[in-house]
């Protein structure tokens, strides 16, 4: 399924609500040095913005907030919010999205208007498609890199994704904490 090539470009086929049961969460366990295995339920809404001038940019873009369960529990183990723009001059997609844990994103990547998947990236240090995080995670849990792949499969599902590569205190490998999950439209 294409984007509408309109003001969202690719990413007009997101407006609505979303939910998905089937989600894969690895993540590090309490013990560092192992890796937890989470199933999850998730639901992301997509909003709307209109047009966001920065003098001769226009970016049109798309507010969202996800929420996800583990698999039978009632209260959320994780949430975010922020936008997704889309940079129709530049061919460009952006997600810029902060989590409460105390870390924020700037991830993006080249699309085109009628795009029905796409790779967006962000790197530490980066000044332009960085990462941010809060003293005791920069310290101990070091997010490093992150990588999203979105794909549009149809009208009424999306699949995505993500790799966020951490650094832990203490061990000499990378962690890829990784969350994969594949959503319905539901409204």
């Given at each position: 399924?294409?984007?509408?090539g ?14 998905g049961?089937?989600g ?34 226009k ?8 929420t ?21 001059a530049a ?5 810029c ?10 991830a993006?990547?080249a ?8 790779t ?9 498609l ?10 101990e ?5 992150y990588?999203l792949r ?25 962690f ?9 439209r539901?409204?």
């Amino acid at each position: 399924m294409s984007g509408n090539g309109g003001e969202l470009g690719p990413l007009a086929p997101l407006v609505g609500i979303w939910e998905g049961d089937k989600g894969a969460d690895a993540a590090p366990d309490d013990d560092p040095a192992q890796t937890e295995h989470n199933p999850y339920r998730e639901r992301i809404t997509f909003e709307p913005t209109g047009e966001v001038a920065n003098h001769d940019q226009k970016l049109y873009g798309l507010r969202y907030t996800t929420t996800a369960w583990r698999s039978g529990e009632s209260d959320p183990f994780h949430e975010e919010l922020g936008y997704w723009l889309w940079d129709a001059a530049a061919k460009e997609v952006y997600r810029c999205f902060m989590v409460p844990r105390g870390v924020t994103v700037i991830a993006g990547g080249a699309a085109e208007p009628d795009a029905d998947s796409f790779t967006l990236r962000a790197e530490v240090g980066s000044e332009t498609l960085g990462i941010c995080s809060n003293p005791f995670l920069d310290r101990e849990f070091k997010t490093v890199s992150y990588e999203l792949r979105f794909e549009v499969r149809d009208r009424d599902t999306i699949h995505y994704w993500e790799d966020t590569v951490l650094r832990i205190k203490g061990q000499d490998e990378l962690f890829h904490h990784t969350d994969e999950n594949t959503l319905r439209r539901v409204e």
